[in-house]
Each structure stands twice: as structure tokens, then as C-alpha cells.
């Protein structure tokens, strides 16, 4: 190859290296500082999505603000504003890399950035209002190209912002990825807005739905007869915390989706009807993901069928026991293990008393080690402290052989007393690469020898993990006292000697469920 190719191939090779760091915001801020051509480059990768980087700094508000227009400016100038809040100058049109559009975020960054700003005389909620309008106005002026948005419902000013978008249709043109949040019942009014936006909304590929009144809000839209626009584009349903033991007509629905491919049940309340559905429909649809709460489960036949006819394409798992009876959970777990070998997300949690339940967990976790990237195990103690020792030692005993060579993320919630138990769990998982690694001990107390328990969980991190440098990110966390790694800036340091960042326990497990599948 050519000098001259390689060179011309440049921009596009590094925008392929920059790319791989694209939720890696620190090491993009250190990409900017580079030269110019990393500098754009890197740019557009951290403005797709500001409302979601995990720093606490909400300055990215004012910079959006640079580019409002006279007429907003002047009603900003009526609050007294301080100049300082708003830059003069931008060496960029920020606006135009948006991709994500987090209505929920968006509320909550201009709460937080708020706090710095110095009202006279003058109501907080009305200019919080304005500031929200006036980014959505900002947004539409530069046509941004919207790929993924999220609509939180439930707020006050919800209509206006409803009617904003609707007066600029083509802001919706171009979304695929739709996310739908409404808990409480809406008004005609709102209800009808929202109509509106999911029929503007014409190619989607993927829909979230969480609760009751989103599911059928959707249901109506997608059943009436002047609605067709996403029939044949969209392949992926994310349902989240609906009740669907009220709902009905979902084979309609099923009906209408030409090219379901994926369908993703997240801690849903099932019953038998729906279940039944799903198991009759003639769509070559495959379930994914299926998080199951055994406070609102009902063990059956039905339950048991659908696992042996969507087991095989099941890659995502979360189960939370405790509720049923023992022998049910158990049958459910053998099903699991039997049938579900490709699991990649597992999510699994326990509030019993019974030991074996515990042992068939970490079978089903040795089970699908081929395939599992995301593991997280929480031990919930439910006031009874001595039975939640007992069953984080066993999971410290014998968790860390049977984990696979890689992990992507690996979160453990335990009860930890006994300091051998850690040890072991370290010993016995040398051999695994853990990408983002998280410990949140809720035991604060000495240990049986009067030493402090962060110390001997610190020390054992140091010789097994970080001289080792088995994982790229770590976040440790003392429960309820809230002492975390990262507010020791020595140790922070030492870290960072090994090439291991030490992050705040919230940023690093700042995901759910739902927020793992909408990336998938």
C-alpha cells in the first residue's frame, strides 16, 4: 500500500479508534486536547448524548443556550441571569450533534444547573420551564437528527412541549428508537397529543413501553385504522412493569407487526391469558429478555411452555426470588438451566432463607458461562443480617471459578464478614478479565478479629486485582454508610498507576435493566 493511501485513509482509521471510546468520556476529553483533527472528531461523539455523562457538570446547558435566538434571549435578560453562565463565544454548533433525546434527563440537568443560578422576584418553576422550551426550540432551529427518543410524560408542562414538536413535525422524521413513560393516568388532551407524536413517528425500529397507560396508549394508536406508519419497519418491543393481566387484544397487536423480531419482557406481571398469547402467536418472533419478580409471579404450566419454546433465544435473564414456593422456584430454575444456554445478561437476585436456591443460581450462572458478559448478583438480607452472611459467603466460595475467561460488567451485592471468603473469591477468579467491576459491601461492622472490613476488601483488591490489573474500571461501596473507594484521591491515584480508573459507585452502576436493552 501507497504512502499516499495511508495517509488519505487517516481521518476515517482514527475516527475508527476514537469511535471504540464512545462511552469513555474521559478518555475522549483527552482525545480533544490531541490536535485539531481529533478534536472533531471527538467532539460529535461526546454532544450525541451530554444529558447522560455521568460528571455532574451541567455547563453544557449554557453552551446550548449560546445559540438562543433575540426573542428567547430577551426573556432570559428578564431574570438577571449572570453573563457567566453563558459562553460568548463556541468554537463549535453543538446543537447539530445531538442524537439521544432523554426527556426525564433533560428535566433533571436543568434542576441540577439551576442551582447556580440567582433569581429576583421572579418564580424557578416558570424559568425552569423556559429553559426547557427554549433547548427544544434550539434543537428544532438546527434540525437536529434525532435517532432516539425518550418521552417522560408525566410532568407539568408536558402539553406545551407536545405542541411544540408537533408544530415542527420533521423533529420526528428521522427517529428509530422510541421510549414511552407514562405511570399516571393522562388527560384527553395529553392523550391525544401523544397519538399524535407516536403516528409522526414513521419508521420506527424499536418501541419501550413502561407501564400500564404507555402499553395502551400504544395499543390504540397501533390499532386504529389510519395508523400503518411502522407496521413494517418495526422488529424490536421493549415492555416494562405493565400489568397484563388487564390487558387485551395483544395477538392484535402481534398481528399488525410484520417484522417483529425481538420482543423483551422486563418485570412484567404476566398471567396466564398473556403468556398463552405469546406462546399461540404465528409471528417468528424471538423473546430476549425476560425479568422475572417472584412477588408478582405466578409459577404455572404456562410459564414453564413458554420458557421451553423461547428458552433458546433467551440472551437476557434477571430473577428475583423469594416470594414463591421453593420447590416452584426450583422447577423454574431447572427449566432455565435445561433450556436458556445463550444468556449473556444475568440478573439475579435473592431474599430467601433457603440454601439451595442460592446453589441453583450459581448453576444457572456456571451454565451459560460460554456466552455471559453481564452478571450481577444481589444478596438482599431483609433485616436478617446472619442469614445474609451465610449466603454471600457461599456465593464468595464459589462464584469465582465458575466465571468465564471475560466479563464485561460484574456487580456483587453482598454481605461480606469473613475475609477468607474474599479472598477466595479472588483467588478463584485470577484467570477472568473483568471490564467494569463493582462491590457494594452492606456489612459495616469489624470483622471477627476487630479490623476494619473496607480495609481487608481494599487490601485484597490491591494484591488480586489491581497489581494484577484484572479490571479496566472499579467502583467499591461501604452500605449504608456510603463510603466509597473513590473519595480516597491517594488510593484513586494508585490506581491509576495500574491503569485502572476508580469511579463513584452511581456513575459506574448508573444503568437498569430497561436503559441495558434499549442498547442492545
Not at 397529543?193 to 407516536?198: E, G, K
Not at 407501564?211 to 395508523?227: G, H, P, R
Not at 410484520?258 to 403468556?275: A, R
Request: some cysteine; proline content about 2%; aromatic content about 14%.
Amino acid at each position: 500500500m501507497s504512502y499516499s493511501k495511508i495517509f488519505s485513509d487517516l481521518p476515517e482509521l482514527v475516527y475508527d479508534i476514537i469511535k471504540y471510546f464512545k462511552n469513555d468520556f474521559s478518555t475522549l476529553h483527552s482525545c480533544i486536547l490531541v490536535n485539531r483533527l481529533w478534536c472533531r472528531l471527538a467532539i460529535p461523539l461526546l454532544w450525541e448524548n451530554p444529558f447522560l455523562i455521568p460528571n455532574e457538570n451541567y455547563n453544557f446547558i449554557g453552551i446550548y443556550l449560546h445559540n438562543l435566538s433575540d426573542d428567547l434571549k430577551a426573556q432570559l435578560n428578564e431574570y438577571k441571569i449572570d453573563d457567566k453562565l453563558f459562553p460568548s463565544n463556541t468554537l463549535f454548533n453543538y446543537p447539530i450533534y445531538l442524537k439521544y433525546l432523554y426527556i426525564e434527563k433533560i428535566i433533571s440537568s436543568i434542576e441540577e444547573w439551576s442551582k447556580d443560578v440567582e433569581l429576583e422576584n421572579r418564580s424557578i418553576f416558570e424559568f425552569k420551564r423556559l429553559i426547557h422550551m427554549s433547548l427544544f426550540k434550539i434543537f428544532i432551529e438546527n434540525e437536529v437528527n434525532i435517532h432516539t427518543f425518550d418521552i417522560e410524560v408525566n410532568f407539568s408542562y408536558i402539553d406545551d412541549m407536545l405542541e411544540l414538536i408537533l408544530q415542527n413535525p420533521n423533529f420526528l422524521h428521522n427517529i428509530r428508537n422510541l421510549k414511552f413513560n407514562c405511570y399516571d393516568d393522562l388527560l384527553n388532551h395529553t392523550k391525544n397529543l401523544t397519538y399524535q407524536i407516536i403516528n409522526l413517528c414513521q419508521n420506527l425500529k424499536k418501541i419501550s413501553l413502561a407501564f400500564n397507560n404507555s402499553f395502551l396508549i400504544y395499543q390504540t394508536s397501533l390499532l386504529s385504522k389510519d395508523y400503518n406508519h411502522s407496521s413494517n419497519t418495526l422488529n424490536t418491543i421493549v415492555l416494562y412493569n405493565i400489568n397484563f393481566k388487564i390487558i387485551t387484544n395483544l395477538d392484535n397487536i402481534f398481528e399488525q407487526l410484520n417484522v417483529l423480531k425481538s420482543v423483551h419482557i422486563i418485570y412484567c406481571i404476566l398471567g396466564t391469558d398473556f403468556i398463552q398469547q405469546i406462546i399461540n402467536s404465528t409471528k417468528p418472533f424471538k423473546l430476549k429478555s425476560l425479568f422475572l419478580n417472584s412477588n408478582e409471579l405466578q409459577i404455572d404450566e404456562s410459564l414453564l411452555l413458554l420458557i421451553q419454546k423461547h428458552g433458546d433465544y433467551l440472551e437476557n435473564f434477571g430473577f428475583s426470588s423469594g416470594s414463591n414456593s421453593l420447590s416452584e422456584e426450583q422447577q423454574l430454575l431447572e427449566l432455565i438451566i435445561k433450556y436458556c444456554k445463550n444468556i449473556k445478561f444475568l440478573y439475579l437476585t435473592a431474599i430467601i432463607n433457603n440454601i439451595q436456591i442460592i446453589y441453583s443460581l450459581l448453576n444457572l450462572t456456571e451454565n451459560v458461562k460460554q456466552n455471559l458478559n453481564h452478571l450481577y448478583i444481589n444478596i438482599f438480607s431483609n433485616n436478617n443480617y446472619s442469614n445474609s452472611i451465610e449466603l454471600s459467603s457461599i456465593v464468595l466460595q464459589n462464584l469465582g471459578q465458575l466465571l468465564p475467561l471475560k466479563l464485561e460488567y460484574l456487580s456483587l451485592v453482598l454481605n461480606i464478614k469473613y475475609k477468607n471468603d474474599f479472598e477466595m473469591f479472588l483467588k478463584n477468579s485470577q484467570n477472568t478479565f473483568i471490564k467494569k467491576l463493582l462491590i457494594k459491601n452492606k456489612r459495616i461492622k469489624d470483622d471477627e478479629e476487630g479490623r476494619d472490613i473496607y480495609d481487608f476488601i481494599l487490601s485484597y483488591i490491591k494484591e488480586y486485582i489491581m497489581k494484577k490489573k484484572r479490571v479496566k474500571y472499579l467502583a467499591i461501596i461501604n452500605f449504608p454508610s456510603k463510603i466509597e473507594l473513590f473519595s480516597f484521591k491517594d488510593e484513586v491515584k494508585e490506581f491509576e498507576l495500574y491503569n485502572i480508573k476508580i469511579q463513584k459507585y452511581r456513575d459506574l452502576c448508573n444503568f437498569s435493566k430497561l436503559k441495558f436493552i434499549e442498547q442492545l
